[in-house]
């Protein structure tokens, strides 16, 4: 690779606000990043790219929704390039995107790492759930939810909760 390349692209839409986000990864120096922009005009035209993630580590597969006048991006994340470890963090926006809020890590894992992300958000309610690896070949699935816009989260609910491996199709 001697550039970069962007991939994994979600996208989300309120009203005429059009929100995208993608992984971008370039070679030299090495990064891997959560990029964002919003049209304001049903995406006749787009801002600038903002970096959400801002990682020293890895970061992938980014999800977006919109609820309201409130953004929600997740993704996965590694805290340096030589941790293996990937949580599951979330941004959030309550101006329609046009700034965004900390980084929170929602998984604060215990497993190897975070992978595949859902997300969901109606009216007040923010649902997130993930698949992690767990030792060995164990995958569970992991939910967590919120109810007052993204502020703050629940406990973690573990949904599969088996000795076995859940389903996860798609974990880095």
């Known amino acids: 690779m001697v550039g970069g390349y962007s991939e994994q692209p ?5 009203g005429n606000i059009v929100y995208t986000v993608w992984r971008e990864t370039k070679a030299n120096p090495f990064s891997d990043e959560i990029f964002y922009r919003r049209s304001t005009d049903g995406g006749a035209a787009f801002s600038q790219s903002t970096n959400l993630s801002n990682s020293a580590g890895i970061s ?53 790492h975070s992978g595949t992300i859902f997300i969901a958000a109606s009216g007040n309610n923010v649902y997130i759930v993930w698949g992690e690896h767990g030792p060995g070949a164990i995958i569970e699935m992991l939910f967590r939810r919120s109810t007052d816009n993204g502020a703050t989260f629940e406990n973690i609910v573990n949904l599969s909760n088996n000795d076995g491996e859940s389903t996860d199709c798609c974990l880095e």
């Open 60 to 112: 992938g597969i980014p999800v977006i929704v919109a609820s309201g006048n409130n953004i929600y991006v997740v993704w996965v994340d590694s805290t340096s390039p030589i941790n293996d470890n990937l949580e599951t963090v979330l941004r959030r926006s309550t101006d329609n995107g046009a700034t965004f809020g900390s980084v929170v890590n929602l998984s604060n894992s215990n497993f190897i």
């Open 10 to 14: 979600s996208v989300a839409v309120n």
